[in-house]
């Protein structure tokens, strides 16, 4: 690890199609002779999570030498985006327009190349996008180079034990259900939020409840392309990792998000520790060494 501090994050607003700003935050690299030396890191929260949580993790691997940006998930963290009747977006939404174009927006602050490799590091809900993303032309465009999960898998319902099951059920009924119905799920419901992942856009919720149901991401919202069938045809390299104490992902429920990549070159590994679904992204020792390796494991390198 390089003991140089890395410089405060700077902030780029990216604009979405909806009039909604989502503040990214920007990692300079520390020990490279510019940005563009290494693959840009680019970072995508969990479900109900602010791209501020992450900053550990940033900080790590901007102070290992790489570029690294953190988004927010639409209606999330610092974004401007709040979910109504009128106001809806789903997977396809994020997939198709928050990625991508927060990626151009990194890349044109940064001074890169369109084409500059850049990898994906998802963190739970953050890979269900992630792995949608994969199988558009946008990818293929960044020069995407491959993903590296953590805690990211299906919500698919059989996958979990039954504590933790019956959760996620009451999750498909509020959120997925009633909120797909409302066209919102408001969140707080008499000053209390019984779900615990704040307000969130009925028509996302409604297909997270299909997902969780069936494991499906067929008939999303505003498709434009078959994403089952195009992600079936994905080669990148993907990594799904977990801790063994996550209870929100277990091993099987990374299995379950595998099987939409069969193509794909993807592993499923348990890493060493008990930092659980979130507290790796605060103590980032264990996945930046794994990151790293992963890196190297499948020659991804922005040296030309």
């Not at 969140?187 to 996302?204: E, I, M, T």
């Not at 020792?285 to 990151?291: E, G, K, N, P, S």
């Given at each position: ?134 199988a558009r032309d946008d ?129 499923i590994e ?35």
């Amino acid at each position: 690890m390089n003991t140089a501090e890395p410089e405060k994050p700077t902030v780029v607003d990216v604009n979405l199609p909806d009039s909604s700003v989502t503040p990214v935050e920007v990692h300079q690299p520390v020990g490279r002779t510019a940005a563009g030396a290494a693959p840009l890191v680019m970072l995508w929260p969990g479900f109900g999570m602010g791209a501020s949580y992450y900053r550990p993790i940033a900080r790590e691997l901007a102070a290992r030498g790489y570029p690294v940006a953190t988004g927010e998930l639409r209606g999330q963290g610092a974004s401007t985006a709040r979910a109504t009747r009128a106001g809806r977006w789903g997977y396809h939404d994020l997939a198709a327009e928050d990625y991508p174009r927060t990626i151009r927006a990194v890349k044109s602050h940064l001074s890169l190349l369109v084409d500059h490799p850049t990898v994906l590091l998802t963190h739970s809900m953050g890979g269900q996008v992630g792995v949608l993303f994969l199988a558009r032309d946008d990818a293929r465009e960044l020069n995407v180079r491959g993903l590296f999960g953590v805690g990211s898998g299906s919500p698919h319902l059989p996958t979990f034990p039954t504590p933790m099951r019956r959760r996620l059920r009451l999750g498909t009924i509020l959120l997925g259900r009633i909120g797909g119905s409302l066209g919102f799920w408001p969140g707080k419901v008499a000053g209390w939020d019984p779900v615990g992942y704040g307000r969130q856009s009925g028509q996302h919720m409604a297909e997270w409840r299909r997902l969780a149901l069936h494991n499906t991401f067929a008939e999303l919202g505003g498709a434009d392309l078959d994403y089952p069938a195009a992600m079936r045809e994905v080669e990148l390299p993907v990594l799904l990792t977990r801790f063994a104490n996550d209870l929100d992902c277990p091993r099987a429920s990374s299995t379950a998000l595998a099987e939409h990549l069969p193509k794909a070159g993807l592993r499923i590994e348990e890493l060493a520790g008990d930092l659980g679904h979130n507290r790796w992204a605060r103590q980032p020792q264990v996945t930046a060494d794994r990151f790293e390796r992963f890196l190297v494991d499948n020659d991804i390198s922005a040296v030309r």
